[in-house]
Structure formats: structure tokens, C-alpha cells
């Protein structure tokens, strides 16, 4: 009778974490949610990693660039260091992405004396202008069947869509679906379903605009801004891709932390404001990059190697991170908006204090992105340590994914060694 008692409150235990989990899954999909992928089928399938102000046009650039995990460049005038790029200097750039294994996306802007193909425009800014409609095709016609091309910047620090960028994405919707029509900015959710464009790209940056704040603050005010995108995007079906900021910053913990954060809140995407420019690399905006490796490397700032180590994780789980959801995110300690605290009858019912864990679900699968939410601003001032994470009785193992490599672990029981700022994906199995 007592193993029949036992068995009886294990299956129960079981029901009640398939519930929360059904729960959180039909509260994403309860909402009015539009199919803002309707008629898109984008050519680049994996996690997209870019920096806005990337390297600059030279082999050693993109070398370095792609070694750090790296593989979206932004080609155009941010290839061009100190000018706007002309057609040719697009052509050139497109080739080289493709010789160092990136996609590339096109910036549209361009000088109001020198607009693309020759086509003149009306522009209300001084200098430039995004690519009118008519510029636009001709753009496309000229470079869209190039194999590195993964889409185009249409707009930048954009508050709605314009008719030019309605216009834009509308002809990529009709001639080139597999094609992204970013617009960099803070559009919102319903905004961008209601113009057709998929993809929700917001400037995150309490570490340049908060940078008075102490580290826990800016990572906390960092997760706020990732609630608020991880709403958006599951009520009206958006790709997530936050930018966050490491201009400016030493920060080891920080640099992994946003990496991570993003990834547990359901992030398909990220990018990084700024590779060069004292972001990654001490490389300054409105210069030529270096020539060979040897002055690539001695621009290199410590914080590169942490992003490299993350990125590289990040591409590695890229493919089963992609289509999920973020149903939950579980903390302990500081809490930001939104926040589920672990607890009985959740899949995660108790963790180590100052940690995050982002439930990510994609049909049968169910995976977990634990991170370390311990971070400072000084390189190297936080160190590692030990953490648990108990899940429920109905989690019988988890797989701990790194690379093509998993280690699984028997029971709900879980510990890791993380560093501060750091993260690991996992893959837990639930008993039916």
C-alpha cells in the first residue's frame, strides 16, 4: 500500500508540472496572436549573431570577426569606415562575407547626393536617407540573388514604420520572402504585424544609458526590458533580436550575462552594439580596420574572448533554440518584471539564490537556459561557483548540451559550475 500511495502522489506530482507547463503554453498561445511569419521563409535558419558597426572590409577583419562566433556582417557604409559605401563597394563586400562563411545584411542607407542606381529622392534628413521604394528595387534587383545575402537594414533607430519601409518590406514579402526586412528601432509589436514585418530588433542598453548604476541594476533594468520584448513577441508572433550594449564596458560578467539573459527569455537572435568602437575591439568608428591579423588582434579587448566563448555556445544550440518559446522564467534573488518564483507543482521548484532559469518549449521538446545573475563591472571580478537547480519528481534526467555533446544526469537534482554571468542550456525529460 505505501508504494501504491507513493507511486499514486508521484503520478499526481507529474499531472500538476504538466499543467503549469500546458498553462504557460496556453497563455502565450491564449493571446490574440497574429502569423507575422505568414508568407516568410528566411534563407538563414540558424541563431543570427551580429554586431551593428561590425569589422570593417579587410580580410583580417572578417577573419577575426568570424572566429569570435560571429555570422551576420552588416555590409554598406558600416563596411566602409568613414564613408558611405557605393554599389561597387557592396559587390565587394557581399564577395568577402561569402569567402569568410558569413551572411550578410545590406544597409540601405546612402548619401542624398549619391542615391542608389541614380535614382533621385526626396529626403527630410540633411544627409541621408534609408532607400526609397524605387531605390529599393533596384538594390534588390542588383544584389538580391548574391548567396552571402541574408536580407536588408531598411530602417535605424526607428519609432514606427514609415510608408518607405512599409513599401520595402512589402516588395520583399512579394519577390524575396526568404530575405529579412530588418528595421533596427522600437516599433511596436502591433505596429509591425499590422506593416507586415516580422522581426522585433529593440536598442537595449542600461550599460551605455544607465552606466551610473550599479551592475546588478543594469542587469536587472536589462531583464525588465527583455519581459517587456518576450510579451510582444509571443502576442504577436515577432522574432525576438535584442540589441544590448557592450560599448564602453570591461565587464566579463555583463558581456555573458546579456548573451545568456537573451537566450532564456526566448531570444532568436542577437546583436551586439558595438563590435568596433570601443565595443569587442579598441578598432575606432570612422577609420580603416586592420590589414592583417597581427594589428586585428592588438585592437582585441578582454571582454572579446568572453563574447567568443558565448557566441560560439550560443551558435552551437542555435537550431533547437529556434521556433521555441519562452513560456516561463523562473528567479531567485532580484526580481524583475514578470518574474515566477520556483515552487512546488513548477518544473523548477527550488535553485540556488541570484539565478534565472528560462523555460524554452517547442512541441515535445523542453529545454531550461539556467544563468548566473551575479555580475560586476570590473574584468574579472566575479568568479565562479557552484549552483543547484531542483526540478519536480516528474523530471526523471537532464541532458546538460554543449556543442553536439550532452551529458546526461539521472534524477531532478542538478549542479553546475557557472561563472558569473553565465549560462547553461539543458534538455529535461518529463515523465507522461
Known amino acids: ?56 572590409d579587410t580580410d583580417a577583419e572578417l577573419k577575426i570577426y568570424r572566429e569570435a562566433g ?57 544627409s541621408h536617407h534609408n532607400a526609397s521604394p524605387a531605390e529599393f528595387e533596384w538594390l534588390y534587383r542588383r544584389f538580391g540573388k548574391h548567396p552571402a545575402l541574408a536580407g536588408f537594414c531598411l530602417g535605424d533607430d526607428q519609432g514606427s514604420l514609415s510608408p518607405t519601409l512599409l513599401q520595402n518590406t512589402a516588395f520583399l514579402h512579394r519577390n524575396a520572402p526568404h530575405l529579412f526586412p530588418w528595421v533596427c528601432g522600437w516599433v511596436s509589436g502591433e505596429n509591425l504585424v499590422k506593416g507586415g514585418n516580422p522581426i522585433m530588433n529593440p536598442q537595449m542598453y542600461p550599460t551605455l544609458y544607465n552606466s551610473g548604476e550599479p551592475a546588478s541594476r543594469q542587469a536587472q533594468m536589462y531583464c ?41 527569455y526566448g531570444a532568436q537572435g542577437i546583436w551586439y552594439f558595438t563590435y568596433r568602437g570601443n565595443g569587442l575591439t579598441t578598432g575606432p568608428e570612422g577609420k580603416k580596420g586592420g590589414d592583417t591579423e597581427a594589428e586585428v588582434r592588438q585592437t582585441l579587448k578582454p571582454i572579446y574572448r568572453d563574447a567568443r566563448t558565448a557566441n560560439l555556445r550560443a551558435a552551437a544550440w542555435g537550431r533547437k533554440l529556434m521556433g ?87 534524477g531532478s537534482l542538478l549542479r553546475l559550475h557557472l561563472p558569473g554571468g553565465g549560462g547553461q542550456l539543458l534538455a529535461v525529460r518529463i515523465q507522461k
Not at 516528474?394 to 555533446?405: A, F, H, Y
Request: charge should be neutral; charged fraction near 20%.
Open 324 to 410: 521555441s518559446d519562452a513560456v516561463q522564467v523562473f528567479h531567485t534573488g532580484w526580481q524583475p518584471r514578470g518574474a515566477s518564483q520556483p515552487g512546488p507543482g513548477h518544473l523548477i521548484e527550488s535553485m540556488s539564490d541570484g539565478l534565472l532559469a528560462g523555460v524554452l518549449t517547442k512541441g515535445k521538446q523542453t529545454l531550461v537556459m539556467v544563468v548566473d545573475k551575479r555580475v560586476d563591472k570590473p574584468y574579472g571580478a566575479v568568479g565562479d561557483r557552484d549552483v543547484e537547480v531542483r526540478f519536480a519528481d516528474s523530471v526523471k534526467s537532464i541532458d546538460i548540451l554543449e556543442g553536439r555533446k550532452k551529458q546526461a544526469v539521472k
Open 70 to 126: 560571429f555570422n551576420v556582417v552588416m555590409v554598406g557604409r558600416y563596411m566602409s569606415e568613414g564613408r558611405y559605401a557605393l554599389p561597387e563597394d557592396v559587390a565587394r563586400q557581399l564577395d568577402l562575407a561569402r569567402k569568410h562563411g558569413l551572411m550578410a545584411m545590406i544597409d540601405t542607407y546612402t548619401e542624398n547626393g549619391k542615391p542608389w542606381g541614380g535614382l533621385g529622392t526626396a529626403s527630410d534628413e540633411p
Open 224 to 264: 525588465d526590458q527583455l519581459e517587456n520584448l518576450r510579451a510582444s513577441c509571443q502576442q504577436y508572433g515577432l522574432i525576438a533580436w535584442p540589441m544590448f550594449n557592450v560599448m564602453n564596458i570591461e565587464s566579463d560578467s555583463l558581456t555573458r550575462f546579456q548573451v545568456y539573459s537573451s537566450i532564456a
Open 1 to 56: 500500500m505505501t508504494h501504491r500511495r507513493i507511486s499514486i502522489l508521484s503520478l499526481m506530482k507529474t499531472g500538476l508540472v504538466m499543467i503549469q507547463l500546458m498553462a504557460a503554453a496556453l497563455a502565450v498561445s491564449a493571446q490574440p496572436r497574429p502569423n507575422a511569419l505568414q508568407g516568410w521563409n528566411f534563407k538563414l535558419k540558424d541563431f543570427v549573431i551580429g554586431a551593428w558597426l561590425g569589422p570593417d
